[in-house]
C-alpha cells in the first residue's frame, strides 16, 4: 500500500494555512465566542466551543499515532493508556484544587473520605504543585512507554503481535485503575472540577484559554512532528518501516530509532489528555478501554496515515460524525463506524487526504504523456 510521507518545506500557501489556523484559534472564535451576542447567527456557542477544544485533543493523538504507525509501521492499540495517564496526573491536580468545596468538607477527595480513607497515598504528594502536575503528564507515559518499548523492541516483537501487546497492557491498566484500593477513584474516576491554577473552571474566560492554548499545542505538534520527519531522523524511521533488515546491515541501531519515536508519541497523548480533562470535567478508567485506542488508529486511518495533517482531518470527521450521529441514531452509531473503517480500507487505503492527493497529482488528458 503507498503511504504518502514526502514532507517538503512548508510552501507559501501552507504557511497562510498555519497563519490562518492561528488566527481562528487566537482571535476569531474568542471574538465570536465571548463577544457575539448568543442569539447572532455568527455566535460560536459554548457547546461548540467544548466539543471543538474535545476534538483538537483527539487530533493530537491521532498526529502521535501517525508517528508510530504512519511513518514507522509500528500499530499501536494502547495509546488510549497514555492519554489517560496524562488526563489522570492532570485530574489529581483539579481534585487538590477543589479543597473544602467538596461535598465532605475536606482536604482530602470526596472519594477518599467515602472510602475512610485518612491520608493522600504516596502518589498523591506532588500533586498540589502545578509544575509538579506539567512534568508528570509527560513523564509518566515517557517512562512507562520507554520501559515497555525497550523490552518490546529487543525482543524484536512486531507486527500484529505488537498490536496485541499493547492492546493487553492498556486493559490490564484499565483493570487496574478500576480498583479502589489504588487510590484513582475506582470506577467513577475524577469529576467536579472547580479550579485551574485558582481560576474557576465554568467561567468562559478559562474556557476560552483552554481551548486557546489546545488550538496553539496542536499547531506546535504538528509543525515540530513536520519538521522532525522532514530531517534525517525522520527519513531513518522510514526507511525502518520499509526494511528494518537493510537498515540494521547499515549499522543503524533501529532498537534506538523506534524506541525514541515511541516515547515522543506517548508523551504527545500525555499532553493531550491533560488538556483534555479540564475541557470536558471527567477523567474515569473508560478512557483506557481498547475501543479508545481502537478509534485513534482509526482516525488516523480515515484521515490517511504518513501524512501528519490526514490524522487530523479524521479525528475531526469522525469525531464531528460521531457528535451528529450519537443525536440523531444513537443506536447506529457504532455500525456506521465499522461501516466507515470498513469503506475506507477497501476505497481509500491511503486515506481521504492520500486519495486527494493522489486525485491531485494524477495527470490530466490533455498533459503530455
Not at 484544587?97 to 473520605?113: A, E, N, R, T
Not at 507515559?141 to 520507554?146: D, R, Y
Not at 518501516?241 to 532498537?255: I, K, N, W
Not at 464531528?320 to 456506521?336: M, N, Q, R
Amino acid at each position: 500500500m503507498t503511504v504518502w510521507s514526502t514532507q517538503p518545506p512548508l510552501s507559501r500557501s501552507a504557511r497562510l494555512t498555519v497563519l490562518g489556523a492561528t488566527a481562528m484559534i487566537c482571535l476569531i472564535v474568542p471574538v465570536l465566542n465571548l463577544i457575539v451576542p448568543a442569539g447572532h447567527p455568527l455566535h460560536f456557542s459554548d457547546y461548540a466551543l467544548a466539543l471543538t477544544g474535545k476534538i483538537m485533543c483527539y487530533a493530537i493523538c491521532a498526529l502521535a499515532m501517525d508517528l508510530i504507525w504512519g511513518y514507522t509501521g509500528i500499530l499501536s492499540l494502547g495509546h488510549g493508556l497514555f492519554f489517560a495517564l496524562g488526563g489522570y496526573a492532570m485530574g489529581m491536580y483539579l481534585m487538590r484544587q477543589i479543597g473544602q468545596d467538596g461535598v465532605y468538607k475536606s482536604d482530602l477527595p470526596d472519594f477518599m473520605v467515602f472510602l475512610d480513607w485518612k491520608s493522600l497515598p504516596w502518589h498523591w504528594y506532588f500533586s498540589d504543585s502545578f509544575l509538579a502536575t506539567l512534568i508528570l503528564v509527560v513523564a509518566v507515559p515517557g517512562l512507562i512507554a520507554a520501559i515497555f518499548g525497550y523490552f518490546a523492541f529487543r525482543s524484536r516483537i512486531k507486527g500484529v503481535y505488537f498490536s496485541i501487546i499493547t492492546q493487553a497492557l492498556t486493559f490490564a491498566a484499565m483493570l487496574l485503575f478500576f480498583r479502589n484500593e489504588t487510590g484513582f477513584g475506582g470506577n467513577n474516576g475524577f469529576t467536579d472540577f472547580k479550579r485551574i491554577l485558582g481560576l474557576p473552571l465554568a467561567s468562559p474566560e478559562t474556557r476560552m484559554v483552554l481551548f486557546v492554548l489546545t488550538g496553539l499545542t496542536l499547531l506546535l505538534c504538528y509543525l515540530g512532528s513536520r519538521r522532525l520527519m522532514a530531517s534525517k531522523y525522520g527519513r531513518v524511521l522510514q526507511a525502518i518501516r520499509d526494511a528494518e533488515t537493510r537498515v540494521m546491515f547499515l549499522g543503524y541501531s533501529t532498537l534506538a530509532y523506534k524506541l525514541s519515536i515511541w516515547v515522543i508519541s506517548a508523551m504527545m497523548c500525555g499532553i493531550a489528555g491533560a488538556l483534555y480533562v479540564p475541557q470536558v470535567g471527567i477523567i474515569n478508567p473508560g478512557e483506557m478501554g481498547p475501543a479508545q485506542s481502537i478509534e485513534i488508529a482509526i482516525w488516523t486511518a480515515v484521515g490517511g496515515r504518513g501524512t501528519l495533517l490526514g490524522p487530523i482531518l479524521g479525528a475531526a470527521l469522525v469525531n464531528g460524525a460521531k457528535s451528529w450521529l450519537t443525536v440523531t441514531a444513537p443506536e447506529f452509531w457504532l455500525y456506521l463506524l465499522g461501516a466507515l473503517f470498513i469503506a475506507v480500507t477497501l476505497y481509500l487505503p491511503q486515506g481521504v487526504l492520500g486519495w486527494f492527493l493522489a486525485r491531485r497529482a494524477r495527470p490530466s488528458k490533455g498533459d503530455a504523456p
